[in-house]
């Protein structure tokens, strides 16, 4: 489930049980991470094995449910703690293709200046 820059990415850090479908991931989301399921943010989840993950949205219609398991390698998780981190989405990006999201360098854009 790839994304844009503007989506908010939200990983929970504990691992889940990987059997949990969309319902479950949901109630998750409202009681877990303190968060809203239906609010447009991708919900990203771990399993106890490094290279799994489950991420959930809303698009506006319904819920999107995408697994990804690598064939080889490991995702690059955050620490295993309670709560949840905010990933960018080229953050989002590097870690779903299995690479390590915290040696981008994240830089502020700024507008061209326009003459005229």
Do not use: C
């Amino acid at each position: 489930m790839m994304i844009g820059d503007d989506v908010r990415v939200l990983v929970a850090t504990q691992p889940i049980d990987f059997r949990a479908g969309i319902n479950r991931l949901v109630a998750l989301i409202a009681q877990s991470l303190e968060g809203d399921p239906y609010d447009g943010r991708l919900y990203v989840f771990r399993s106890k094995r490094n290279d799994r993950l489950k991420a959930i949205r809303y698009d506006g219609s319904g819920v999107l449910l995408a697994t990804k398991w690598l064939e080889e390698g490991q995702f690059h998780w955050p620490p295993v703690r309670d709560g949840s981190m905010t990933l960018s989405g080229p953050q989002y990006a590097a870690l779903l293709s299995g690479l390590d999201w915290t040696k981008l360098e994240m830089r502020a854009t700024r507008r061209p200046m326009i003459y005229g």
